[in-house]
Every structure is written in structure tokens, then in C-alpha cells.
């Protein structure tokens, strides 16, 4: 599976933006999928994940209310909404695939998942 991330860009504090993640090739609707994210000087982080059934999702609390992650298995994408952003939110946001895990697996840590995508910039200006 190769996953193509987009929809990144400027946005001002208390906008909001989609990103999307498509994926390529057959394997996706049995995949559980996430959103990390690295900002300059900083270690990759986990932002939010959905389980490849979709009934399941698990968020990292610095985005929880704020963020939401979501799947269409019929168009082989993977969303996160963002909303009330902050400064802070800016990152390089990449999309990241797990197989072979639970139905209602979502999972936070990356070791989990072993295909990511080339990642969007996201900046959020004042």
C-alpha cells in the first residue's frame, strides 16, 4: 500500500483545515490507520488513529475535541478533520497503515505501523 497525504497548508489559529490520505492498493479497508505528526526540533508524535473496521478511534489529548479521524474504505482514504487550531498544531503530518491488527484496534504507538506516506505541512500562523 502506498499512502499519498495532501491538504496541508496556512491556516490562521481557530481555522480548519482536511487532510486527507489516499491509499493505493488492496490492502487498506483491513488496515488500521493513523495520523502522526513532527514539528521542527521535535520527536514524531501520535495525533490520532482509526481501527480498519472504523469502530474505534483513539486521540492524543492535545487534540481531542478538536480533531477527528475518519475512513472511507470505498474511496481508500483516511481523513482528519482539524478544527480550533493552534500554533502549536503546526507539523509535518503523516498518515501511517498497520495490518493485520484487531477490528477495534487503533493504536498510538508507531512501531505498529509499518507503512507511511510523505506527509503535508501544516502551519498555523497568528
Known amino acids: 500500500v502506498q499512502l499519498q497525504a495532501s491538504g496541508g497548508g496556512l491556516v490562521q489559529p481557530g481555522g480548519s483545515m482536511r487532510l486527507s490520505c489516499l491509499a493505493s492498493g488492496s490492502t487498506f479497508s483491513r488496515d488500521a490507520m493513523a495520523w502522526f505528526r513532527q514539528a521542527p526540533g521535535k520527536e514524531r508524535e501520535f495525533v490520532a488513529a482509526v481501527s480498519w473496521s472504523g469502530g474505534s478511534t483513539s486521540y492524543a489529548d492535545s487534540v481531542k475535541g478538536r480533531f477527528t479521524i475518519a475512513r472511507d474504505n470505498a474511496k481508500n482514504t483516511l481523513y482528519l478533520l482539524m478544527s480550533r487550531l493552534r500554533p502549536e498544531d503546526t507539523a509535518v503530518y503523516y498518515c501511517?497503515?498497520?495490518?493485520?491488527?484487531?477490528?477495534?484496534?487503533?493504536?498510538?504507538?508507531?512501531?505498529?505501523?509499518?507503512?507511511w506516506g510523505q506527509g503535508t505541512q501544516v502551519t498555523v500562523y497568528s
Open positions: 501511517a497503515a498497520a495490518n493485520g491488527l484487531g477490528f477495534l484496534s487503533a493504536p498510538s504507538d508507531s512501531y505498529e505501523y509499518h507503512n
